[in-house]
């Protein structure tokens, strides 16, 4: 349940929100739940809708949607080797 509602934020800050916020909260969620290949999609969507044509940086078509990928990787190779209490 935490994750639609998750979801639903994410989708939302999307589309009434800037791209900060929208970018600030796909990682914070990705480091949040396990395997939250939502955050990627999510990456490619600020990719679309923010990507300038032209431009290599710092709006380059990939930028979120690459840098959230490497994050959920890098997250459970992380998870798995370290040992959070409660979980």
């Given amino acids: 349940m935490k994750r639609i509602i ?5 989708i939302v800050s999307l589309f009434a929100g800037p791209w900060y ?3 600030s909260l796909m ?3 990705i480091i949040f ?3 939250y290949w939502e955050g990627s999609v ?3 969507a600020i990719d679309s809708l ?10 380059a078509f990939g930028l979120f949607s690459g840098s959230a990928l ?4 890098l997250s459970q ?4 080797k370290i040992f959070i209490p409660g979980r």
């Fill in 50 to 59: 923010y990507s300038l044509p032209g431009q290599n940086f710092p709006f």
């Fill in 33 to 35: 739940f396990r395997s």
């Fill in 77 to 80: 190779i992380l998870r798995d």
């Fill in 27 to 29: 990682f914070l969620f």
């Fill in 70 to 73: 490497i994050l959920v990787f």
């Fill in 42 to 44: 999510a990456g490619l």
């Fill in 6 to 10: 998750a979801d639903i934020i994410l």
């Fill in 21 to 23: 916020v929208t970018a």
